[in-house]
């Protein structure tokens, strides 16, 4: 869809300016004005991107292939069985092409409106919690609930000395983090969240070749070809996929890679 | 001491308390339910193992105790599924373990040699392959090159060429590799390779239990 065809920020944040509106869901990371007037509004934030509900993902087969990203089936999920009053999903660079498609089925499948945005905000918000000393599951949590708010994350851990390196967007299933140490600092796609500036490429592709780094994309995400080009590049690092779940040679690749490389928990 | 590689297919055993201890070899299925050992690695290893050590691991260590040079790669292939590690100067560069797109194509190679009566020892390598990415895909591949009029060995030999190509890449296309697992006795497969190959043969994973014992007390817990 050319760019001219989606509305316009101030659009979105107009017709947002609605008491119909007090629950929203959200896919990838809208732009900052977005949030902001949803924060103003004191409107209820759903991010669709984590899992909310306990409904079989089979439900979704009707609407999207089996065979996809399983954030994204995830999102149809959520806004199958939610009750929203509208969804706002960023299609642009910052997200996925296959979000925009995943937008447009949603529009035509749901009652409620459908607001394509891009978000190529570039004013840096930084990313200390992706390089602070924090339980990696609780550092994740963290960084995604702050989508969610314009402000800045408020007292975050100070930084530590990098003990390993976990590359990729938030997984879908948070259990593939419980192996790595808290000092494990955060790359790619989730520190460009943090730092409010999901299409920033540049950030995306930051690495330490210092440290053991697993570098990870969801299965049927166009990022593997990503995460395995900067494996390639990196002196110690295990490209991993994974789809719905964490199979357990998943978890075993990731125990050995951390043993392997003398990482300790 | 009992130490033990259980695979998909084959369990491998090491009595270190014997005189002189050497390996051997049980189909899986048969192994009485009740059985426990010391140390356990391999799929099935959990169900039988006292402590369990992550096959991964297991495969490091082995090639570190039976691999002179600091800096080399070691590809497995079982019966269900491929994984590597590969070193350089000592220190761990990258890492893969293919239990889906590459499953079942050892156990598969094992059902075709039965099914069409093949001595893979005197199979030459042919000139062509397939690309063969699964054990069970590729059979269909098989199945049209005989219906098309190829030679039933000639098809399974173009079956096992395109897993070993399949497992070089996925090794990342090494000038060299050493090869692990219950393929190494397999002539045709290990000829197949694009690459130089120095067998290790199937107790790899064994060694790796003995070196683990010996140089990482307290590992695993």
Sequence with gaps: MPASELPTISEICHLLDSDKIRRLGIVGVPPLAVISTLNER?????????????ADMESTVTILPRVYCAILRTVVLNAMHLELDAIVIDTGPGKCDSALYVATILADQLSIPVLKTVNLDNAPFG???????????????????????ARRTGTAPPPCPPGAGFWGVPPRDFSILAPFPPTTHVYGWSRCMENKTPADLALEMHINPAIPT???????????????????????????????????????????????????? | MILADFGTSYSKFLDLGAPTPQPSIVATRELPRNLRVD?????????????????????????????????????????????????RDGQLQDMGWNAECGASMGFTVELLERYYNLDFRRLPVPDKSFSVTCGVLGLSDIFD???SGTDEAEAVARFVRGIAINAYRFAGSPAKLYLSGGLCDNPLFVKSFPCEVEPLGRFVLLAGLQHTLEHYPGNPA
Excluded: W
Aim: charged share 25%; hydrophobic share 45%; glycine share 6%.
């Design chain 1, 214 to 265: 697993v570098f990870f994309a969801q299965s049927f995400c166009a990022k593997t070809a990503l995460a395995r080009h900067l494996a390639r590049l990196h002196p110690r690092a295990l490209a991993l996929d994974i789809d719905v779940h964490t199979t357990s040679s998943a978890k075993a690749k990731i125990q050995a890679f951390l043993e392997l490389s003398g990482v300790t928990a």
């Design chain 1, 42 to 54: 004191r409107i209820e934030i759903l991010d669709l991107d984590a899992m909310l509900i306990k």
């Design chain 2, 145 to 147: 090159a005989i219906t």
């Design chain 1, 127 to 149: 990313y200390p919690l992706c390089r602070s000393e924090m339980d990696l599951t609780e550092k994740f949590l963290a960084i995604t609930e702050g989508v969610k708010t």
């Design chain 2, 39 to 87: 140390l356990a690695t391999g799929h099935n290893g959990k169900r039988f193992g006292g402590r369990y050590l992550n096959e991964l691991t297991a495969l490091a260590r082995g090639a570190e105790a039976l691999i002179p040079e600091p800096s080399y790669l070691i590809l497995d292939c079982g019966s269900r599924d491929i994984k590597y590690i590969r070193y």
